[in-house]
């Protein structure tokens, strides 16, 4: 197992790569489709035999998938609160996953671009990745997955759709989504007025790791809410055009701030890449904020030689369990300041300006 | 007049060049004689007449002395604010000079290591000037100046010693002082109790611009105080040996420091190097504080490739006349806060880490 690992350490999923349309607004686009086995109790619902029976039944299917035929079925009750922690910064498993991980799997492709966990709130939630603004893209990827588990009877209702633990999930079990790097609605003070129209709009708005999470360096999931009367193809057009819109607004918030604040902003910029340059310690929080403001930097044309994809990639990166699996050590909070800040220095010198 | 302050611009004082011993904590010494023409009123009760007297003859004996055999008396009246400014900033001539400038004038070597001021509190003010800790080399050019002025018939009486407008330089007219650097007192907060001992034993300390000026960017400057009843050796002498006492206990603290707290210096350090490479608007009091934690930061060792001749000259040119000068225009403070960021990182990117 931990040779898996080591290689995905090595190996930035290629979500990350900063390619993709409107890839210096949209980091990325997601999709997660939930469904469950017919005859069998939701998972919260569930004896541990129940959910072993589950997840002999999924795993199965999915090792007959192309997409899963070569690669490993990771249990999380047997990995590490580490590697657990690692695959939650990844996005591939959700943040509950790690609490409760007996008789919980995930499985992913090696492009990261595929992952399927199996026993979170659903017994089963496909998910397809994709760079930049992309959905149509994830959303085959989650789909194709779909039909792959075709052999799989799921719970589906003539009235419904198909079934889910939670009602908001009824239906398509559809959630598409996009990581969305807001800088300029922010530093605007347009940000509170979007949000709230976006609510109004049955959209959901949240920070970069799911439900509750505190927004930090100006990104924002921003997803579909309702999934219940809609066609899935509808759901995904209407997100898209939702996400045209939020980038048009974000554009013309930049320019704005570029017309009106210039220097300010070049200042704010540049200071942050020269911190991110040269400290020798720096915290989450720091970073994610410095990193916006560097990206926001790229994405005006003030800074040229550093990458999307180096941005990106220090997302995911510059976290605790990314941070501990990159030195092979256990580090508390002081050493990881002093890893992250390492770690940024060196990402940072590869496209040196 | 202009193409001499052209060439100043372009070539900074050489007791600027980081040379000299100790000259990672004390930036310069300087030497000051204070000297009234006989059969004159102080310069402070003289009308214009008398003031205009007193310059020509001055002027006259200064033109016959080797150090300024070549060089222009530079008319205090004569030439624009900027340019008394300037002066100032270079420490050549004192702020009450800038204000106070019709009949006054200032002679100075191509070195900028001699220089002279006429009819400011006292009739002549001889400087001289040394990189690093060297109280000699600054007295000798002081004192030489004063030789070769001997044919001047200088107030003086048997019991006091040289007359002065102010009777802190009755005797002597001797002030011996060092631009001293001491970011290791100031953190570790030990620097009121030596501020307190200093005074107690007659010494003087205070900001880098002369009395009242506030203490930026941890630089001090220490001096003598009283001036009569002692020979001049021994005030140099006693100085000496004060400073060689400060000295041991900045490098003490600066010691102590980098053992307790070595990883949040460094960070300092380094961010504030980092600051310096990228600002695009820097204030002068950030500047002097950031070329501070620079400068601690090659005392340690801990950045190699700054030399302390370019942080010496930042200290001097950042300022506002210089960049004025530098780039030929007026500037408010806005547009100098930029051209100060762009000289510093011209500056230290010609010495880059």
Redesign the interface.
């Not at 890449?273 to 310690?281: C, I, P, V, W």
């Given at each position: 197992m931990n040779s898996d690992f080591d290689a995905m350490v090595k190996r930035p999923p290629t979500w990350l790569d900063g390619s993709g349309a409107d890839s210096e607004i949209v980091m990325s686009s997601r999709v997660r489709v939930a469904r469950n086995v017919a005859g069998h109790r939701f998972s919260h619902y569930c004896d541990g035999e129940e959910l072993s029976d589950i997840l002999r039944t999924v795993e199965e299917a999915a090792r007959g998938t192309a997409v899963f035929a070569r690669n490993q079925c990771i249990a999380m009750g047997r990995i590490s609160t580490l590697d657990r922690q690692f695959l939650a910064e990844r996005h591939l498993v959700s943040r509950e996953f790690l609490f409760n991980s007996a008789h919980r799997a995930v499985m992913l492709n090696a492009l990261e671009d595929t992952c399927l966990m199996i026993n979170e709130e659903d017994h089963l939630r496909m998910q397809g990745f994709a760079a930049g603004f992309d959905l149509e893209r994830a959303f085959q990827r989650a789909a194709g997955l779909g039909e792959q588990l075709a052999e799989l009877d799921m719970a589906f209702s003539e009235r419904f759709g198909y079934l889910t633990a939670c009602p908001t999930n009824l239906g398509t079990g559809l959630r598409v989504s996009v990581l969305i790097h807001l800088p300029g609605l922010v530093h605007s003070k347009e940000i509170n007025k979007l949000l709230e129209s976006l609510r109004k709009l049955n959209h959901v708005i949240r920070g970069l790791y799911g439900e509750g999470s505190e927004v930090m360096g100006n990104l924002f999931q921003l997803s579909n809410s309702a999934t219940l009367g809609t066609p899935e193809d509808v759901i995904v057009k209407n997100l898209r055009e939702m996400v045209t819109k939020v980038i048009g607004f974000e554009r013309k918030a930049r320019d704005m701030l570029f017309r009106k604040a210039r220097?300010?902003l070049?200042?704010k910029v540049?200071?942050a890449?020269?911190?991110?340059?040269?400290?020798?310690?720096v915290s989450t929080k720091e970073a994610l904020s410095l990193v916006s403001a560097v990206r926001l930097g790229v994405g005006a044309g003030l800074i040229g030689d550093v990458s999307v994809r180096s941005l990106n990639q220090l997302l995911v990166y510059i976290q605790p369990a990314h941070l501990q699996k990159l030195s092979s050590a256990n580090m508390d909070a002081?050493e990881r300041d002093?890893a992250r800040?390492e770690y940024i220095r060196r990402t940072l010198a590869g496209s040196s300006v």
């Open positions: 220097r300010l070049e200042d540049w200071r890449y020269g911190l991110l340059r040269y400290a020798r310690s002081g002093v800040a």
